[in-house]
């Protein structure tokens, strides 16, 4: 119960942060040249200036910068994210669509990288210096430093021009209206290409601290301890080493939930998978303000989720976070 | 003999019934060659998605894509170019040009099962073009009023004499109708209607996944009798130009539209048997690019600066080495593609000479200072395409030559519109000119005068001259078409003169289309088309 008025402390704490990003982010967009009507003029190849005027009345935006600012506020205490210019239906329900194909990118790239960097970084830390180390080092060395616009085009390649095993973009099958488990199936299909795309350089990263952080653990005195009273080699690594390696792991999956945010608008662009990445960068550029701003809102939103689940994570793996606080 | 004759023909006989036998159960393989198939999905790559699918609110071909599919136009250009009725069927015009009468077509339904008739043209014409739809606007601007004395005739009404060859060959683009009965009340831009069309085209409006694809499929009450072709029409949503290359070799796509794809994978593309790469069928769709020149800085009022930078850059040379077989010397504002109005190339033109270059910045006193630099400017490159990125760059380099400093500005589309159209925010600005079948649609407004600031792809570099302004507004409502082309010569030659805008670069856009495609690029703006003969050979 403790661990739950401590998150729940830190929850209320990030409420004001959540406000002084969105109105940051409100002014940032100001600094871009054009606006929502500049934007849909290019979209249309041309324009009197007559439409153009009527359209920014239409849109709000012929009022001052500080009299938008607190309207937008104004509504957004009411918890309405507005009306999307682009979308012409309200940020909300457009911002509700494109949730799913993100939180399901997010989860299975990062229970793939995490999973794979575990087990992989426990294999490199047994190992260490010798064959099995350096060749997961090395494959670790490589994903990392490889973008992933470019992983994700000779994936393309390979599994879905070549072997033609796999969907080269998309969400879903349109062609075929498929029901129940495979509907699941299909949206598997094309999300193992996107997630391993993303996850390969969190894989990386997960591989790596793991690895250290095995490295370090191992050598604890109470693992001597563990050894010295004969406890076998596997039940150490689980019981006692395994345990407390995961804790700086379960840090970074916290912090990262907002990295994959970012990192996902390239994947989703590369895969065509309507995402919150490519919605948000869409909004850039097309200076849809609201619909941008209530992205802001719901990443927050997610990443402080994901970091009261880590807190409650943190706390079962380590009861001395309750006790202390 | 007689047995042996009777064994032949039976023979024979049996051999033809098997051969009917093979026939009906596989009725396309005798004639797959020659009789259009019935069926199949089409799948093609829409790169940019727009707010709206209703082209007669937007003339872009971002709408016509989709929405040219599901709703009509009253005109539309056959094969050769020529306008050829669609929702009309005839047109009149009396001789001083002010009154143009439409007979629309009988039978015509909306997909809602309402009559199609002369008040849903009315409304469209007055409440959209006239007052919504861009471009349309400026055309239709001395339109008064649309009469409707019966439901097949629409009789409109001008202020002042409108070419009827000007509004025939606009009306492609700026005249497609929408249904009045769901227009009419409430705010025509937030009508539901404008995301989920109703048209009485080929393709009905079914589903609109913002971000994944949209789908139409078959009219089978259509008009134009055993048409359409194709079940459905899957536009799919992909931003990214390589994923879009990928998915048109994993078979996923038949079609990538107006040069969706990079330079080079259209070049690698080509060479591969199952796919036509080509600019047929875009004819319509012609393209300049653009040197802008904003004339209120002291040294570009110059004509003579203007002159020298034009010699300066080596075109055929970028052409040859950037642009390969898609592109070709322009000579003009009106690209050759205008069977109708290209004056040809006896204009001013500027051919790369370094030396006349330097001597006309000597000449308009502007010698090489310390370093060789003669004055720096500003160029803001539009983002709409790799072509005008790199095309940026080769001036900066060309002009480096001869003593001019260049630095680039680029913007994405929203910022580069607000300072080049909106603050004049430039020195030198290079994008597109897209040509629309005749001039006064949408080319005049690049040297015309006393542009209200703001208006994107209009004459926002400070040009004001006279003479050019009388020509546009005589030959905006000159009615005799040999008159008219007359004075768009003139125009071209005083425009190259003058040089307040250089195009020295014609395209077509390209198109990637499958290979199985029958009755593609027919026409001279195919991609904006209603694809009703469009068919998928086995």
Excluded: C
């Amino acid at each position: 119960m403790r661990i739950l008025s401590l998150a729940g402390r830190r929850l209320a704490a990030s409420i004001p942060t959540l406000f002084l990003i969105l109105i940051g982010v409100f002014l940032l967009l100001q600094f871009a040249p054009g606006d929502t009507v500049d934007a849909m003029m290019a979209q249309m190849g041309g324009g009197d200036a007559a439409t153009a005027r009527e359209l920014r009345r239409f849109y709000g935006l012929d009022l001052s910068i500080p009299m938008q600012l607190a309207n937008y506020l104004w509504r957004l205490v009411r918890l309405d994210l507005g009306f999307s210019a682009i979308y012409g239906k309200p940020v909300a329900s457009v911002i509700l669509e494109r949730l799913p194909p993100t939180l399901l990118l997010m989860a299975s790239s990062l229970s793939f990288a995490f999973f794979f960097g575990l087990v992989f970084g426990v294999i490199a830390a047994r190992g260490v210096n010798r064959w099995p180390d350096t060749l997961i080092s090395t494959f670790g060395l490589i994903f990392y430093a490889t973008p992933s616009f470019w992983f994700g085009l000779m994936a393309i390649v390979v599994f879905s021009i070549y072997l033609q095993w796999l969907p080269a973009g998309g969400f879903e099958d349109i062609g075929a209206v498929r029901t129940g488990i495979w509907r699941v199936l299909d949206i598997a299909s094309h999300l193992v290409l996107p997630s391993l795309t993303l996850g390969l350089i969190f894989l990386a990263i997960y591989l790596r601290i793991m690895r250290a952080s095995m490295l370090e653990v191992l050598n604890l005195d109470y693992v001597r301890t563990a050894r010295a009273k004969g406890l076998d080699e596997t039940r150490i690594i689980t019981r006692h080493v395994l345990r407390n390696a995961l804790l700086p792991m379960v840090t970074l999956i916290g912090l990262q939930a907002g990295t994959m945010l970012g990192g996902s608008v390239i994947v989703e662009t590369v895969f065509s998978l309507p995402g919150l990445g490519r919605l948000a960068y869409e909004s850039v550029v097309q200076r849809d303000l609201n619909t941008l701003l209530g992205i802001v809102f719901v990443s927050a939103l997610l990443v402080i989720l994901v970091n009261f689940i880590t807190d409650l994570l943190y706390a079962r793996l380590d009861p001395r976070i309750t006790a202390e606080s | 003999m007689n047995s042996s004759r009777f064994e032949i023909n039976r023979r024979t006989a049996l051999l033809t019934s098997a051969a009917i036998a093979a026939n009906v159960l596989n009725p396309f393989r005798a004639f797959a060659q020659e009789t259009p198939r019935k069926g199949g999905v089409f799948n093609v790559h829409y790169g940019a998605e727009q707010r709206q699918l209703n082209p007669s609110l937007q003339a872009s071909t971002g709408v016509y894509i989709i929405g040219g599919k599901i709703q009509e136009n009253l005109v539309d250009l056959d094969a050769d170019g020529q306008p050829v009725g669609v929702l009309a069927e005839s047109w009149e015009a009396t001789p001083d040009g002010k009154t143009i009468t439409f007979k629309l077509r009988k039978g015509v339904t909306w997909h809602d099962g309402k009559p199609f008739t002369s008040e849903d043209v009315a409304f469209t014409a007055m409440n959209m073009w006239k007052k919504i739809l861009n471009y349309g606007s400026t055309l239709q601007l001395f339109l008064t009023s649309v009469d409707t004395p019966d439901p097949q005739t629409a009789i409109f009404r001008y202020e002042r004499p409108m070419p009827l060859n000007l509004l025939l060959r606009a009306l492609p683009d700026l005249g497609y109708v929408s249904a009045k009965h769901l227009y009419e009340s409430g705010d025509i831009r937030q009508n539901p209607a404008n995301l989920a069309p109703v048209g009485t085209g080929p393709f009905k409006f079914v589903k609109y996944e913002r971000g994944q694809y949209i789908i139409a499929e078959r009219n089978a009450d259509y008009w134009r009798s055993n048409a359409p072709y194709l079940d459905r029409i899957v536009w799919k949503v992909i931003t990214d130009r390589a994923a879009a290359a990928a998915q048109l070799e994993a078979g996923d796509l038949h079609y990538s539209p107006f040069s969706g794809l990079t330079i080079s994978d259209m070049a690698r593309l080509g060479k591969d048997k199952r796919f036509i790469v080509s600019t047929k069928g875009n004819e319509g769709n012609a393209r300049t690019n653009t040197l802008e020149f904003n004339v209120r800085r002291k040294e570009l009022a110059d004509v003579k600066v203007r002159r020298a930078i034009a010699h300066a850059i080596n075109v055929p040379f970028f052409i040859e080495n950037f642009l390969g077989d898609f592109a070709k010397l322009g000579t003009g504002p009106i690209p050759s593609t205008s069977t109708d109005f290209y004056p040809g190339a006896n204009t001013p033109q500027y051919p790369y000479d370094k030396a006349k270059a330097a001597a006309l910045l000597d000449e308009a006193g502007y010698k090489p200072g310390a370093g060789g630099t003669r004055f720096s400017l500003k160029l803001l490159p539009a983002p709409w395409g790799e072509d005008i990125s790199l095309w940026s760059t080769f001036i900066q380099q060309s002009l480096g030559e001869v003593g001019i400093a260049i630095e680039i500005v680029r913007n994405d589309g929203g910022g580069f519109l607000k300072q080049v159209y909106d603050e004049h925010a430039f020195d030198l600005a290079t994008g597109w000119h897209q040509y629309r079948n005749d001039p006064a649609v949408s080319t005049t407004v690049w040297y015309r005068s006393g542009q209200p600031k703001g208006a994107p792809w209009t004459n926002q570099w400070g040009w004001d001259d006279g003479k050019i302004d009388k020509i546009i507004d005589d030959a905006a409502t000159e009615v005799d078409p040999a008159k008219r082309k007359a004075l768009y010569a003139d125009f071209v030659r005083e425009a190259n003169t003058e040089l307040p805008v250089w195009m020295p670069i014609e395209q077509i856009f390209v198109t990637v289309i499958t290979a199985k495609a029958r009755n593609h690029s027919n026409t001279p703006r195919w991609g904006s088309s209603s694809w009703h003969d469009l068919w998928l050979s086995a």
